[in-house]
């Protein structure tokens, strides 16, 4: 339930390991857009795609061992969904701007243990002018060299294929409830589909974000989620450039990202706003990234702007990964990192219905 990415992604993972799927979104009956030009989205739609996996302070727990793990599969990934028809890179690497000299001092330390993950601290002295400067709040930088980004909509194009091309079923709907069923029906569970249909299934899979609490209320499932707002901003240069000569895929400052697509734009993003309701003076402040902009960035003409709503899980750490009963398995509340996270996401699921399969019903 839910084509978001990491819907659409933990169906074509599990269609591919042979089990028969239905990917039930209202939103499967209308094609991907090319760009994300709409006001609001879904998370999805509205992702910037950043990875930043190896570039992740802590070096343990589960958020560590998720980002380690979906790292390792994404460049798998992308060769087994890259396309003629529907295109797929990795776009690397990443830098992050240290915004203090305590920044910098973390990240030379996260560079110093991790050379083996591409990490590299880069002295101010030694970051390259470029035909556009970098801000450059003046503390060093860090380098991730595999970190980067992936196009969400290419990328939810090139899942939607695959699925589709393995044989996998969708169905333009909306899951209205979920009902315990029995074997003897067919199935451990019944959807219920907001036209009244019914089918009954082995396994649910919920990756519905903000839509998963409600089908899980009346299971007995608490599992609240908040709206956290993102508005991305897409810009133009002022004058013709040169290109972006010395760019990296990604660069971050004081937690915005700049992402350099074209000749001459850049995807400025992303705020992040808890509620459905977006600020437009916080689009202003993330224009001066905290007066550190260099006055091409201010003189930018904004040419496009849309936002969309993460879901962030209340009271528990994001995402929400858990076989709640048999065959009832959530795999939601990505909030900022459903499109780094889907790969593992992806595959945990998976574990998860083998191993049902195992014990059985
Ligand atoms: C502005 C912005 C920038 C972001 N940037 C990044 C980034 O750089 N890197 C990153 O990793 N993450 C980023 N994120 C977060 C990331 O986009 C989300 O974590 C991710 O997209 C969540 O994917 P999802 O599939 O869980 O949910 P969604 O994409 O929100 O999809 C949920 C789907 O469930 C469907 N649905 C809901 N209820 C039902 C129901 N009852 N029945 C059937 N279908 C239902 C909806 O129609 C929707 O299509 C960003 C988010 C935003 C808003």
């Given amino acids: 339930?839910?084509?978001?990415?990491?819907?659409?992604?933990?169906?074509?993972?599990?269609?591919?390991?042979?089990?028969?799927?239905?990917?039930?979104?209202?939103?499967?009956?209308?094609?991907?857009?090319?760009?994300?030009?709409?006001?609001?989205?879904?998370?999805?739609?509205?992702?910037?795609?950043?990875?930043?996996?190896?570039?992740?302070?802590?070096?343990?727990?589960?958020?560590?061992?998720?980002?380690?793990?979906?790292?390792?599969?994404w460049p798998e990934w992308v060769v087994q969904l890259d396309d003629p028809t529907s295109?797929?890179?990795?776009q690397t690497p990443l830098v992050q701007l240290a915004s203090s000299d305590e920044d910098a001092e973390r990240m030379r330390q996260l560079a110093e243990a991790r050379p083996h993950a591409g990490l590299r601290?880069?002295?101010?002295?030694?970051?390259?002018?470029?035909?556009?400067?970098?801000?450059?709040?003046?503390?060093?930088?860090?380098?991730?060299?595999?970190?980067?980004?992936?196009?969400?909509?290419?990328?939810?194009?090139?899942?939607?294929?695959?699925?589709?091309?393995?044989?996998?079923?969708?169905?333009?709907?909306?899951?209205?409830?979920?009902?315990?069923?029995d074997a003897a029906r067919g199935g451990r569970w019944q959807v219920i589909t907001a036209e009244g249909d019914r089918f009954n299934v082995d396994a649910v899979v919920i990756?519905?974000?903000?839509?998963?609490?409600?089908?899980?209320?009346?299971?007995?499932?608490?599992?609240?989620?908040?709206?956290?707002?993102g508005q991305v901003l897409d810009l133009k240069l002022p004058n013709p450039q040169p290109g972006w000569t010395g760019w990296p895929a990604v660069l971050t400052?004081?937690?915005?990202?700049?992402?350099?697509?074209?000749?001459?734009q850049l995807w400025l993003g992303a705020t992040v706003e808890p509620g459905t309701v977006a600020d437009s003076s916080?689009?202003?402040?993330?224009?001066?990234?905290n007066n550190q902009a260099p006055s091409w960035l201010r003189e930018a003409e904004r040419i496009g702007q849309w936002q969309g709503l993460r879901?962030?899980?209340?009271?528990?750490?994001?995402?929400?990964?858990?076989?709640?009963?048999?065959?009832?398995?959530?795999?939601?509340?990505?909030?900022?990192?459903?499109?780094?996270l889907a790969p593992a996401s992806a595959e945990w699921v998976g574990q998860q219905i083998d191993a049902s399969i195992l014990t059985g019903p």
């Fill in 207 to 229: 990756c519905s974000a903000l839509g998963s609490s409600q089908l899980l209320e009346p299971l007995g499932h608490h599992r609240p989620m908040e709206a956290v707002l």
């Fill in 311 to 340: 879901a962030r899980p209340q009271g528990r750490p994001a995402p929400l990964l858990e076989t709640l009963e048999p065959g009832l398995i959530l795999a939601s509340g990505h909030y900022r990192n459903g499109v780094l």
């Fill in 87 to 90: 295109p797929l890179s990795l």
């Fill in 282 to 289: 916080l689009v202003s402040a993330m224009t001066t990234l």
């Fill in 1 to 73: 339930m839910g084509a978001g990415i990491v819907g659409t992604a933990t169906s074509w993972h599990l269609r591919r390991r042979g089990y028969a799927v239905v990917l039930v979104d209202p939103s499967v009956a209308s094609a991907v857009p090319q760009a994300s030009n709409q006001r609001c989205l879904n998370g999805s739609t509205a992702s910037l795609g950043v990875l930043m996996g190896h570039a992740f302070r802590r070096s343990s727990g589960r958020g560590w061992r998720l980002r380690q793990r979906s790292m390792a599969l």
């Fill in 121 to 181: 601290f880069l002295d101010e002295q030694t970051l390259t002018p470029a035909p556009h400067p970098w801000p450059r709040p003046g503390h060093g930088a860090l380098l991730s060299e595999r970190d980067g980004r992936v196009d969400p909509l290419g990328l939810l194009r090139a899942l939607r294929r695959a699925f589709d091309t393995e044989g996998g079923a969708t169905q333009a709907t909306r899951v209205e409830h979920l009902q315990r069923s």
């Fill in 253 to 264: 400052c004081g937690g915005i990202n700049l992402i350099p697509h074209g000749d001459q």
